[in-house]
Every structure is written in structure tokens, then in C-alpha cells.
């Protein structure tokens, strides 16, 4: 959880190993990023920056019609663009759990996909909790919980 990752907390992981950040931005407006996770975001906002300026960040958000959709996205890239348009942004689509939501469509994909461009260079629709590409043979990440706590996976846990 990106609210944990002051500078110090980043530089422990750094050199404990971490290559790379994983950032999920649920929302760029606060109202709204407080009713999803029940926080603020000036936080994970503020420590984006600061990470970016360590490490490499990727970022990403769940496309959830109605809830998070393509001008919440938009916004998104562009406050991710006033730190770097450089910085990889993916896209995925929200499978529905307990009746909330739906499945956005390959239009409603082509859209985000389409507003985020306007921003950002490194865009891709992708798939929650992986990395695209082909990742190396020694691979590993570390999963914050919302409590604080950590687990440090690799490629054998799947």
C-alpha cells in the first residue's frame, strides 16, 4: 500500500533488492478514492513522487464502469504526467465481485486506453497483480498489506 512507502521505508526495500514499484492508484479524486478504500490519496500521491525519484514506478488502476471510468482514468494520467509521462500506466479491467459493477467492454478499454495516450507514452491494458512481459528467472516482488505488513513472492508461489 503505496500510503507506507515514505522515503525511508523505499530505501530499506532498494536495498533489500526491490528493482521496481508496483504502485495501484485506486483513484485521482480524493472524495472518491476515500469511498473505495475508505483513505485519503494525498499520500499515495505525494510518495509517487517521491519513489519515482528512486526507483522505477510503474502504476496501475482498475477500470470500473461508473465507479472509476474513463475521465477518472484521464485524470489519472495526467497527474501521472506531471511527475513523468515517461512512467509505464496500465489499465485493467475490473472482473465484478458481490454485484458491483461489471466488466467494462473492449470500447470502454479503448477509451481509457485512448484519454491516458493524451498524457502518458508508455500506456497498456493490462491484467491485475501481474507484471506484462516476460519476467526474468530470478523474479520476486513484495505485496504490502493494508495492515503494514509484508510478503516478499516470487515466480514459485504461482
Request: glycine content about 6%.
Amino acid at each position: 500500500m503505496a500510503t507506507f512507502l515514505d522515503e525511508e521505508y523505499v530505501d530499506e526495500l532498494i536495498t533489500a533488492g526491490l528493482k521496481e514499484i508496483m504502485l495501484d492508484l485506486k483513484a485521482y479524486d480524493e472524495g472518491l478514492h476515500k469511498q473505495y478504500t475508505g483513505f485519503s490519496n494525498r499520500s499515495i500521491l505525494h510518495n509517487a513522487r517521491a519513489i519515482h525519484r528512486k526507483i522505477k514506478l510503474v502504476i496501475k488502476t482498475v477500470y470500473i464502469p461508473v465507479i472509476v471510468d474513463e475521465s477518472e482514468i484521464e485524470d489519472i494520467a495526467l497527474f501521472i504526467s506531471t511527475i513523468d509521462p515517461e512512467i509505464e500506466y496500465g489499465i485493467n479491467d475490473f472482473k465484478p465481485s458481490k454485484g458491483i459493477s461489471r466488466t467494462p467492454t473492449g470500447q470502454e478499454m479503448k477509451s481509457a486506453y485512448l484519454g491516458a495516450k493524451k498524457y502518458l507514452k508508455n500506456v497498456i491494458i493490462s491484467r491485475s497483480c501481474r507484471r506484462e512481459g516476460i519476467a526474468p528467472r530470478k523474479f520476486s516482488w513484495i505485496t504490502v498489506f493494508p495492515d503494514g505488513t509484508f510478503q516478499r513472492r516470487s515466480l514459485e508461489n504461482y
